[in-house]
């Protein structure tokens, strides 16, 4: 029997902490380990290849620290990494360990919310060119219509703490505009990146009251709880002792530290890491 390990949450930055936080709310029994790569965020505008080389040198440090299993709490990574590090990089190097995405979780039940079936989708420019999520939610629910609005400047807005700020409501209300004149008929819109629900206050504010807003933390960690249910053999490899560590790739991690308890909902401490090393 291998050494029991955490799970490992990885993202771009601070935005997968949103989904971090509602697993620990659902699954608060076991360890925890949080990887944001500060350092070289933003992804969302990076090319394929680089985003690859960023995510597998990421996923390959948490396997190093022991995570049998690994999430990507990150809509780009999952959209423009996961598949090949899955196919390709883990087979030979890593059989026994998993990793998993945020989007399938996510594509398997959109299509419960809406009464219309038509459905707007916020995201990155990686994850909207990517098609991810016109493929995936083809697949679960080929009746539904999807709309897809890039949002580039969101992230830096919030990675940089400036999203409660008055200025981030023009931009909060130019992509919501862009993605409403697509079709008068959305009555759902999905938040595609683990950093938008910093903007969920702002984002409803610029929307009708009939339309819903849905975040992808609550999702993951119920299929995430159910995927543990049906293997064992993986749920029988953690550790189970509470714990939670946060890393990141920023080296000024009192200023990581600041805005990711906005994320968490709890203060953390984190130290600094160099990916690229292990």
Known sequence: MKQKGPIGVFDSGIGGLTVLRSIV????????????????????????NTIHQYTWECVQWMFAQGCPLV???????????????????MPGRHPDERVLGVIRPTAEVIGNYTKTNHIGVLGTTGTVQSGSYLLEIEHFFPELKVYQQACPLWVPIIESGEYLKPGADYYVKQYLDE????????????????????L????????????????????VAHSLKDYLSRHPEMEQRLAKAG????????????????????????????????VRKC
């Open 71 to 89: 999430i990507l709490a990150c809509n780009t990574a999952s959209a423009k990494a996961l598949r090949t590090i899955q196919q390709q990089d």
């Open 243 to 274: 714990s939670r560590q946060f890393f990141t790739t920023m080296d000024d991690t009192p200023e990581f530290d600041k805005h990711a308890s906005a994320f968490f909902g709890t203060s953390i401490q984190s130290v600094y890491t160099d």
């Open 25 to 48: 709310e659902q699954l608060p029994q076991y360890d925890y380990l949080y990887l944001g790569d500060n350092g070289r965020a933003p992804y969302g505008n990076r090319s394929f």
């Open 200 to 219: 969920l206050q702002k984002i409803k504010q610029h929307l009708p009251e009939d339309i819903k807003v849905v975040g992808q933390g609550d999702i």
């Open 179 to 198: 993605l409403l004149k697509q079709s008068a008929d959305i009555d759902t819109i999905l938040l595609a990146c683990t950093h938008y629900p910093l």
